[in-house]
């Protein structure tokens, strides 16, 4: 069983940042990931890490975000920079125990996060 604890997140004007911080408990994972999801619209990959490997990104915010992990103590983080209103949404981080070769299909990721909001403003 993995648990993630998320923090961070807010309300910001565009072009302002934030850090999204998830902190993952219990058995190994594969993969770490952040999804997002507006009002009315599908829940979206926005970046994943492969855990000691290779980061991946939404054409929508390669340059702008980064994702990174914390090698002590494991916790993974968003850097969110140049934030558009298009970014608002509630975002969650993700883990999967597996890797399929593969980094944005919410199907392979078992265990998420409660979800934190970001909202922008123009």
């Known amino acids: 069983q993995v648990q993630l604890v998320q923090s961070g997140g807010g309300s910001v004007q565009a072009g302002g940042s934030l850090r999204l911080s998830c902190v993952p408990s219990?058995?190994?994972?594969?993969?770490l990931g952040w999804f997002r999801q507006a009002p009315g619209k599908e829940r979206e990959a926005v970046a994943a890490i492969l855990v000691g490997s290779n980061r991946y990104y939404a054409d929508s915010v390669k340059g702008r975000f980064t994702i990174s992990q914390d090698n002590g103590n494991n916790t993974l983080h968003l850097q969110m920079n140049s934030l558009k209103p298009e970014d608002t949404a509630m975002y969650y981080c993700?883990?999967?125990?597996?890797?399929?070769?593969?980094?944005?299909?919410?199907?392979?990721?078992?265990?998420w996060g409660q979800g934190t909001q970001v909202t922008v403003s123009s």
């Open positions: 219990g058995s190994t994972r594969a993969l």
């Open positions: 993700a883990a999967a125990p597996y890797w399929y070769g593969r980094w944005s299909d919410a199907r392979d990721y078992n265990y």
